[in-house]
């Protein structure tokens, strides 16, 4: 994951890209995380660290773009939230596979621009998918938040 707090030089419109990123990009988590003692286990035969299984579990369940993700894999990833029925307390399944449905959506599009634009480009389309990510955020969040603050995101 990146961490935005280096700010980068981001042009004319880098304040908004830069503020935007802030809150609704990316952004590394420092807390502390109880492993299981049969998941440091597994983990530690498989050669592979608990920080790079849950990394790649958070970038396929969100449809984050991740190079050499299968549909398969993020199906399944998806699935288990589902299964678990994360925030289908306050949401019907149909509106937390909605949520999944958009977030696809908009790595797709994403994705089959990315290589067609040019470098100079490449800022409006992360101010782009910004715009997005904070308006896709909103309309959810406020669903059943209405005297929620979006705020919120700074405890997550």
């Known amino acids: 994951m990146r961490n935005n707090h280096e700010k980068k030089d981001l042009g004319l419109n880098g304040a908004k890209v830069w503020e935007s990123e802030n809150n609704y990009g990316d952004k590394t988590f420092s807390g502390s995380l109880i492993v299981p003692a049969n998941f440091r286990l597994l983990c530690a035969i498989w050669k592979v660290t608990p920080e790079v299984v849950l990394a790649n579990f ?5 449809f984050a773009p991740k190079e050499g993700a299968t549909s398969k894999e993020r199906r399944l990833a998806k699935d288990y939230l589902l299964a678990c029925k994360y925030g ?3 949401y019907t399944r149909n509106q937390v596979k909605q949520m999944f449905a958009e977030l696809k959506a908009n790595r797709l599009t994403q994705d089959s621009i ?5 470098e100079a480009d490449k ?3 992360r101010a782009t998918d910004m715009k997005y990510k904070e308006f896709w955020f909103k309309k959810w969040f406020l669903k059943h938040n209405s005297i929620g603050k979006t705020s919120i995101l700074d405890k997550f």
């Open 58 to 62: 958070m970038d396929l369940s969100s």
């Open 88 to 90: 289908q307390s306050e």
């Open 114 to 118: 990315e290589d067609e634009i040019l």
């Open 123 to 125: 800022l409006g389309m």
